[in-house]
Protein backbone atom coordinates (compact mmCIF):
# COMPACT_ATOMS: atom_id res chain seq x y z
CA UNK A 1 0.00 0.00 0.00
CA UNK A 2 1.34 3.63 -1.34
CA UNK A 3 1.16 5.97 1.70
CA UNK A 4 -1.63 7.52 0.40
CA UNK A 5 -3.72 4.54 -0.80
CA UNK A 6 -7.05 3.97 1.17
CA UNK A 7 -7.59 0.59 2.83
CA UNK A 8 -10.33 -1.75 1.73
CA UNK A 9 -12.45 -2.29 4.73
CA UNK A 10 -14.94 -4.36 2.73
CA UNK A 11 -16.19 -7.22 4.76
CA UNK A 12 -14.84 -6.27 8.14
CA UNK A 13 -17.18 -7.43 10.78
CA UNK A 14 -18.13 -4.26 13.44
CA UNK A 15 -18.90 -4.65 16.95
CA UNK A 16 -20.69 -2.52 19.16
CA UNK A 17 -20.23 -2.24 22.64
CA UNK A 18 -23.15 -0.66 24.42
CA UNK A 19 -24.46 -1.00 21.13
CA UNK A 20 -28.25 -0.75 22.35
CA UNK A 21 -28.28 2.90 23.11
CA UNK A 22 -28.72 5.70 20.02
CA UNK A 23 -25.26 6.26 19.01
CA UNK A 24 -25.14 2.45 18.89
CA UNK A 25 -27.45 1.68 17.19
CA UNK A 26 -27.19 5.10 15.07
CA UNK A 27 -23.59 3.15 13.72
CA UNK A 28 -25.01 -0.59 13.38
CA UNK A 29 -27.87 1.36 11.12
CA UNK A 30 -25.35 2.85 8.85
CA UNK A 31 -22.64 0.31 8.65
CA UNK A 32 -25.02 -2.69 7.89
CA UNK A 33 -26.66 -0.50 4.94
CA UNK A 34 -23.20 0.40 3.67
CA UNK A 35 -23.06 -3.38 3.22
CA UNK A 36 -20.84 -4.59 6.88
CA UNK A 37 -21.74 -7.31 9.01
CA UNK A 38 -22.32 -5.78 12.15
CA UNK A 39 -22.89 -7.14 15.89
CA UNK A 40 -24.98 -5.00 19.12
CA UNK A 41 -23.42 -6.02 22.00
CA UNK A 42 -25.01 -5.81 25.31
CA UNK A 43 -24.98 -6.20 28.83
CA UNK A 44 -28.42 -8.71 27.99
CA UNK A 45 -27.77 -10.76 24.81
CA UNK A 46 -31.64 -10.81 24.57
CA UNK A 47 -32.14 -7.21 24.77
CA UNK A 48 -28.84 -6.90 21.82
CA UNK A 49 -31.00 -9.53 20.09
CA UNK A 50 -34.31 -7.32 20.26
CA UNK A 51 -32.77 -4.00 19.31
CA UNK A 52 -30.72 -6.30 16.33
CA UNK A 53 -34.01 -7.11 15.24
CA UNK A 54 -35.69 -3.94 14.94
CA UNK A 55 -32.30 -2.30 13.09
CA UNK A 56 -32.98 -4.73 10.83
CA UNK A 57 -30.55 -5.32 7.67
CA UNK A 58 -28.77 -8.68 8.93
CA UNK A 59 -27.63 -6.79 12.23
CA UNK A 60 -27.01 -9.14 14.39
CA UNK A 61 -27.54 -9.24 19.00
CA UNK A 62 -24.96 -10.40 21.21
CA UNK A 63 -23.98 -9.67 24.80
CA UNK A 64 -21.21 -7.37 25.06
CA UNK A 65 -17.99 -10.23 25.24
CA UNK A 66 -18.93 -12.48 22.26
CA UNK A 67 -19.55 -9.18 20.58
CA UNK A 68 -15.76 -8.22 21.05
CA UNK A 69 -15.23 -12.02 20.80
CA UNK A 70 -16.82 -12.20 17.00
CA UNK A 71 -16.04 -8.45 15.71
CA UNK A 72 -13.23 -7.80 13.86
CA UNK A 73 -13.55 -4.21 14.60
CA UNK A 74 -14.99 -3.10 18.24
CA UNK A 75 -16.47 0.28 18.72
CA UNK A 76 -17.41 1.74 22.28
CA UNK A 77 -20.49 3.09 22.50
CA UNK A 78 -21.55 3.38 26.46
CA UNK A 79 -21.72 6.41 29.01
CA UNK A 80 -18.46 7.15 29.93
CA UNK A 81 -19.39 5.77 33.67
CA UNK A 82 -19.24 2.20 32.41
CA UNK A 83 -16.39 2.49 30.37
CA UNK A 84 -13.48 1.95 32.25
CA UNK A 85 -15.15 -1.41 34.30
CA UNK A 86 -16.65 -2.89 30.84
CA UNK A 87 -13.07 -2.36 28.73
CA UNK A 88 -11.37 -3.39 31.57
CA UNK A 89 -13.27 -6.83 31.82
CA UNK A 90 -12.99 -7.65 27.48
CA UNK A 91 -9.26 -7.01 27.46
CA UNK A 92 -8.91 -10.45 26.07
CA UNK A 93 -11.34 -10.99 23.77
CA UNK A 94 -10.33 -6.93 22.80
CA UNK A 95 -6.31 -8.33 22.45
CA UNK A 96 -4.86 -7.56 18.62
CA UNK A 97 -8.32 -5.55 17.38
CA UNK A 98 -9.10 -2.28 16.39
CA UNK A 99 -11.00 -0.81 19.30
CA UNK A 100 -13.10 2.64 17.98
CA UNK A 101 -13.92 4.55 21.33
CA UNK A 102 -16.51 7.04 20.65
CA UNK A 103 -16.93 8.33 24.37
CA UNK A 104 -17.47 12.09 25.57
CA UNK A 105 -16.30 12.00 29.07
CA UNK A 106 -19.82 15.01 29.59
CA UNK A 107 -21.84 15.73 32.82
CA UNK A 108 -24.89 18.02 32.29
CA UNK A 109 -26.16 20.36 34.72
CA UNK A 110 -28.91 23.49 34.53
CA UNK A 111 -26.24 25.14 32.66
CA UNK A 112 -25.81 22.41 29.86
CA UNK A 113 -22.54 20.38 28.89
CA UNK A 114 -19.55 20.15 30.58
CA UNK A 115 -16.02 18.05 30.12
CA UNK A 116 -15.51 15.72 33.06
CA UNK A 117 -12.15 15.23 34.11
CA UNK A 118 -10.17 11.70 33.43
CA UNK A 119 -7.21 10.82 35.05
CA UNK A 120 -5.53 9.39 31.95
CA UNK A 121 -6.62 12.34 30.18
CA UNK A 122 -9.69 11.59 27.76
CA UNK A 123 -11.68 8.45 27.46
CA UNK A 124 -9.17 6.76 24.37
CA UNK A 125 -6.25 7.22 26.52
CA UNK A 126 -8.09 5.64 29.55
CA UNK A 127 -8.98 2.54 26.85
CA UNK A 128 -5.51 2.55 25.32
CA UNK A 129 -3.97 1.95 29.14
CA UNK A 130 -6.83 -0.25 29.87
CA UNK A 131 -5.71 -2.71 26.12
CA UNK A 132 -2.25 -2.69 25.80
CA UNK A 133 -2.86 -5.07 23.60
CA UNK A 134 -5.69 -3.50 21.38
CA UNK A 135 -5.01 -0.88 18.73
CA UNK A 136 -6.98 2.24 19.96
CA UNK A 137 -8.52 4.65 17.84
CA UNK A 138 -10.83 7.53 18.99
CA UNK A 139 -13.31 8.90 16.36
CA UNK A 140 -17.33 9.62 15.97
CA UNK A 141 -17.48 11.74 18.98
CA UNK A 142 -19.32 14.66 17.19
CA UNK A 143 -21.96 12.29 14.75
CA UNK A 144 -25.34 13.12 15.49
CA UNK A 145 -27.07 9.89 16.89
CA UNK A 146 -30.33 11.44 15.81
CA UNK A 147 -29.27 11.83 12.19
CA UNK A 148 -27.53 8.57 12.43
CA UNK A 149 -30.51 6.74 13.16
CA UNK A 150 -33.14 8.73 10.90
CA UNK A 151 -33.41 6.89 7.53
CA UNK A 152 -35.16 10.00 5.24
CA UNK A 153 -30.91 11.39 6.06
CA UNK A 154 -29.36 9.70 3.41
CA UNK A 155 -25.70 12.24 3.61
CA UNK A 156 -24.60 13.55 6.93
CA UNK A 157 -22.34 16.27 6.47
CA UNK A 158 -19.57 16.02 8.40
CA UNK A 159 -15.85 15.37 8.82
CA UNK A 160 -15.42 12.81 11.63
CA UNK A 161 -11.84 13.54 13.77
CA UNK A 162 -10.29 9.76 13.94
CA UNK A 163 -7.25 9.70 16.49
CA UNK A 164 -4.93 7.42 17.30
CA UNK A 165 -0.82 5.77 17.54
CA UNK A 166 -1.13 3.43 15.04
CA UNK A 167 -0.95 5.07 11.48
CA UNK A 168 -2.83 1.66 9.82
CA UNK A 169 -5.58 1.52 12.56
CA UNK A 170 -6.38 5.18 11.84
CA UNK A 171 -6.32 4.64 8.36
CA UNK A 172 -8.59 1.56 8.15
CA UNK A 173 -10.77 3.86 10.82
CA UNK A 174 -11.02 6.99 8.37
CA UNK A 175 -12.05 4.61 5.64
CA UNK A 176 -14.87 3.01 8.15
CA UNK A 177 -16.06 6.52 8.65
CA UNK A 178 -16.20 7.42 4.77
CA UNK A 179 -18.67 4.34 4.49
CA UNK A 180 -21.50 6.61 5.95
CA UNK A 181 -22.51 8.96 2.94
CA UNK A 182 -21.45 12.49 3.13
CA UNK A 183 -18.45 11.38 6.15
CA UNK A 184 -14.82 12.31 5.70
CA UNK A 185 -12.67 10.50 8.10
CA UNK A 186 -10.30 13.02 8.68
CA UNK A 187 -6.66 12.13 10.92
CA UNK A 188 -6.40 14.32 13.69
CA UNK A 189 -3.95 13.65 15.81
CA UNK A 190 -2.12 10.84 18.35
CA UNK A 191 -4.35 9.37 21.71
CA UNK A 192 -2.87 12.52 24.13
CA UNK A 193 -4.97 15.31 21.57
CA UNK A 194 -8.61 13.45 22.33
CA UNK A 195 -9.12 15.12 25.61
CA UNK A 196 -10.25 18.21 23.61
CA UNK A 197 -11.77 16.84 20.79
CA UNK A 198 -14.20 14.77 23.09
CA UNK A 199 -14.56 17.98 25.33
CA UNK A 200 -15.67 19.92 22.07
CA UNK A 201 -18.72 17.61 22.08
CA UNK A 202 -19.97 20.14 24.88
CA UNK A 203 -19.18 23.29 22.53
CA UNK A 204 -21.83 21.21 20.39
CA UNK A 205 -23.98 20.46 22.68
CA UNK A 206 -24.49 24.09 23.65
CA UNK A 207 -24.52 24.44 19.43
CA UNK A 208 -27.48 22.20 19.12
CA UNK A 209 -29.63 23.50 22.14
CA UNK A 210 -29.52 27.40 21.05
CA UNK A 211 -30.08 26.56 17.34
CA UNK A 212 -32.30 23.77 17.47
CA UNK A 213 -29.28 21.86 15.28
CA UNK A 214 -27.75 18.51 15.15
CA UNK A 215 -24.20 20.29 14.67
CA UNK A 216 -20.85 18.71 13.38
CA UNK A 217 -17.97 20.12 11.97
CA UNK A 218 -15.80 20.40 9.02
CA UNK A 219 -12.10 20.95 8.33
CA UNK A 220 -11.29 23.20 5.46
CA UNK A 221 -7.78 23.16 3.45
CA UNK A 222 -7.33 19.30 3.28
N1 LIG B 1 -25.88 10.05 21.51
C1 LIG B 1 -25.07 10.73 20.68
O1 LIG B 1 -25.52 11.52 19.83
C2 LIG B 1 -23.57 10.52 20.76
C3 LIG B 1 -22.76 11.09 19.77
C4 LIG B 1 -21.37 10.86 19.82
C5 LIG B 1 -20.83 10.10 20.83
N2 LIG B 1 -21.65 9.57 21.79
C6 LIG B 1 -21.05 8.77 22.86
O2 LIG B 1 -21.45 7.44 22.66
C7 LIG B 1 -21.64 6.79 23.91
C8 LIG B 1 -23.02 6.18 23.91
O3 LIG B 1 -23.98 7.20 23.80
P1 LIG B 1 -25.55 6.85 23.91
O4 LIG B 1 -26.28 8.13 23.81
O5 LIG B 1 -25.88 5.76 22.97
O6 LIG B 1 -25.60 6.31 25.43
P2 LIG B 1 -26.65 5.45 26.23
O7 LIG B 1 -27.87 5.21 25.39
O8 LIG B 1 -26.83 6.11 27.55
O9 LIG B 1 -25.86 4.09 26.50
C9 LIG B 1 -25.56 3.16 25.48
C10 LIG B 1 -25.65 1.76 26.04
O10 LIG B 1 -24.61 1.53 26.98
C11 LIG B 1 -25.03 0.50 27.87
N3 LIG B 1 -24.68 0.92 29.23
C12 LIG B 1 -25.25 1.89 29.97
N4 LIG B 1 -24.64 2.01 31.17
C13 LIG B 1 -23.64 1.08 31.17
C14 LIG B 1 -22.67 0.70 32.13
N5 LIG B 1 -22.56 1.30 33.32
N6 LIG B 1 -21.82 -0.30 31.78
C15 LIG B 1 -21.89 -0.93 30.58
N7 LIG B 1 -22.81 -0.61 29.63
C16 LIG B 1 -23.66 0.39 29.94
C17 LIG B 1 -26.53 0.31 27.71
O11 LIG B 1 -26.73 -0.91 27.01
P3 LIG B 1 -27.23 -2.26 27.72
O12 LIG B 1 -28.14 -1.87 28.83
O13 LIG B 1 -27.97 -2.93 26.59
O14 LIG B 1 -26.00 -2.97 28.15
C18 LIG B 1 -26.93 1.46 26.80
O15 LIG B 1 -27.99 1.12 25.90
C19 LIG B 1 -21.43 7.84 25.00
O16 LIG B 1 -20.17 7.69 25.60
C20 LIG B 1 -21.53 9.15 24.25
O17 LIG B 1 -20.69 10.15 24.83
C21 LIG B 1 -23.00 9.74 21.77
Given at each position: MTER??????????????????????????????????????????RAQGIAEQVGHQVQGMANRETAAAADVVIAAVPFDGHRDLLASLAPELAGKIVVDCVNPLGFDQRGAYQLPVPEGSAAEQAAALLPESRVVAAFHHISAVLLLDPEVDSIDLDVMVLGDDREATDQVQALAARIPGVRGVYAGRLRNCGQVEALTANLVSINRRYKAHAGIRITDI
Open positions: EVPSVDGLVIGILGGTGDQGRGLAFRFARAGHPVIIGSRTAE
